[in-house]
């Protein structure tokens, strides 16, 4: 129905999703479309965009850090610190990011200066996060699981915020980490397969 | 009289098309738009959707870019 009205009103590139949500099985966002946001209010400039979302990859790779003693089991452990690495390759790429835009260099530094605390990458807590997914992180595939979650997660935030950046520069800085993450998740999803066989 | 005269033939594909379409594109290249209540929205999407509930959804199209494809569901 909805795709009929779509049609109906200039849009001639319109492709329905039989089954819907109940049907997808990938990985899916949840939280509603302003949680997490807040902490791009200030998306006024590249600067602020790409400061949060470094700020947000470091709360993500303390998250692995701290998993990483928890588990018991060495692949288990192992895996939560190449996860953890690379989150540090995505603050690089970002801060790369921040000169290509701005044409100024930029080291951790300045960055690390500007830490949201507590908060990962989808707008949440390591807390919330592991009451909303109730992990399990007992096998390989299920950390593999878990990261691809969040990275969906994350995904699904860069995009939110980049439609409601009311600065250009931040608005494209976003969608080009998002495009990142989607890569990060598309990485995690090979390794997923390369485990189950 | 034939109903379906009147309506614009619409490409409807499966959820594992739908992934690996997604899957090819650059993320600012496609739309998807998630046309359920906003709280289903909330407990589960696909990452990157935008909500536009039906009953609002005429509300939502101009800030639908028109010369990009859109994925409905």
């Known amino acids: 129905m909805a795709a009929q009205l779509l049609s109906g009103q200039g849009f001639n590139n319109i492709i329905n999703v039989a089954g819907g949500f109940n049907a997808w099985t990938s990985e899916a966002a949840f939280l509603a479309e302003e949680k997490g946001l807040a902490l791009f209010d200030g998306v006024t400039s590249v600067e602020n965009a790409l400061a949060v979302a470094y700020s947000l990859e470091a709360g993500l790779k303390d998250f692995y850090d701290s998993m990483a003693v928890k588990v018991d089991s060495d692949p288990a452990r192992q895996l939560f610190h190449q996860l953890s690495q690379i989150e540090v390759k995505h603050q690089d790429r970002i801060l790369e990011q921040y000169t290509e835009l701005t044409g100024k260099p930029v080291t951790r530094d300045t960055f690390e200066a500007r830490q949201v605390p507590e908060v990962l990458e989808g707008g949440l807590t390591t807390e919330e996060y592991a009451n909303l997914l109730m992990p399990a992180y007992d096998t390989v595939q299920d950390i593999i699981e878990l990261a691809m979650s969040i990275e969906a997660q994350a995904l699904d935030l860069y995009l939110r915020a980049s439609e409601k950046a009311k600065n250009e520069a931040g608005k494209k800085a976003l969608i080009q980490i998002a495009n990142e993450e989607k890569a990060h998740l598309a990485r995690l999803g090979r390794l997923m397969e390369e485990t189950l066989t | ?73």
């Open chain 2, 1 to 73: 009289m034939n109903w379906r005269q009147f309506l614009t033939p619409v490409k409807s594909i499966d959820t594992n098309q739908a992934r690996d379409y997604l899957a090819e594109k650059r993320v600012e290249d496609v739309t998807i738009l998630d046309v359920r209540q906003p709280a289903e929205y909330e407990a589960g999407h696909i990452p990157g959707a935008v909500l536009a509930p039906l009953p609002e959804l005429t509300d939502y199209l101009p800030r639908i870019d028109p010369t990009k494809p859109v994925m409905v569901y």
